[in-house]
């Protein structure tokens, strides 16, 4: 396979179905996203609803331009729910201001998201 082919496969993956059952594969976006939120956020399931955050995230996904990228709801309700209120608020966390910034490619401001909660809370989205 030529190298493009390996870079275009990496660019195009996603990493939600590793915390979904095969159930839920084939299902939309929100019932795989509600699905992954107790595996991905094991300590905290009981403070919320996953189909609310699964639905709210995408709504929110969808604002930032990341309506094409699966892994972005579950990564949103991750980062609404590790850090809190004021998860995106530049004055609290002056790294959202590259997150929030529509001028970068869309998977490139989740992967480094992904990256900000892997660094600051040990969690891989």
Known sequence: MPDSAWSEAEANSDDLP????AEFLNTP??????????????????EF?????????IQYANQLGF???????ITIVV????????????????????????KRPARERIAMLKYRIALDHGRIV
Request: glycine share 2%; aromatic share 14%; no cysteine.
């Open 18 to 21: 590793y915390f979904i059952s």
């Open 29 to 46: 976006l929100t019932e795989q996203t509600a699905s992954a939120i107790p595996l991905v956020l094991w300590d905290k399931e009981a």
């Open 49 to 57: 609803d996953p189909h609310q955050y699964a639905t709210s995230a």
């Open 67 to 73: 309506s094409n990228i699966n892994d972005a709801p």
């Open 79 to 102: 980062w609404r729910s590790l850090y809190g209120i004021r998860f995106n608020n530049p004055e609290v966390y002056p790294w959202v201001t590259d997150i929030m910034d529509s």
